[in-house]
């Protein structure tokens, strides 16, 4: 996990996890609302970027609901692509779109 300060107070978070032991997988990022806009969320990316760089790793994958256009908005902003969709995975039936964004090779 990952925090972020801003002026020495917390402003965000996120959370890394790794699929199946091995794919790097961003499985939440939140930013406080009077920080958002400014940022946060992208620092936290980058940090995150540059570890599993140089750990070797090439993608970074991630997923939002596919009721939820603006963290879609935010993962198209920050570099990420569509690479899948699993219909009706949430509830309601709503679908999980998933998302890549390929790393540069070290």
Not at 73 to 99: L, P, Q, T, Y
Request: aromatic share 12%.
């Amino acid at each position: 996990m990952v925090v972020a300060e801003w002026d020495g107070r917390a402003a965000g978070y996120a959370r890394l996890e790794f699929l199946w032991s091995h794919i790097p997988y961003l499985g939440l990022v939140r930013v406080l609302p009077e920080y958002q806009r400014r940022g946060v969320g992208q620092a936290m990316l980058r940090y995150l970027e540059a570890h599993l760089c140089a750990q070797g790793h090439t993608a970074l994958y991630s997923s939002s609901q596919a009721d939820e256009p603006e963290p879609q908005a935010w993962h198209r902003r920050m570099g990420f692509a569509e690479c899948g969709i699993i219909a009706g995975i949430n509830k309601g039936g709503v679908g999980e779109i998933f998302f890549r964004k390929l790393l540069p090779e070290q």
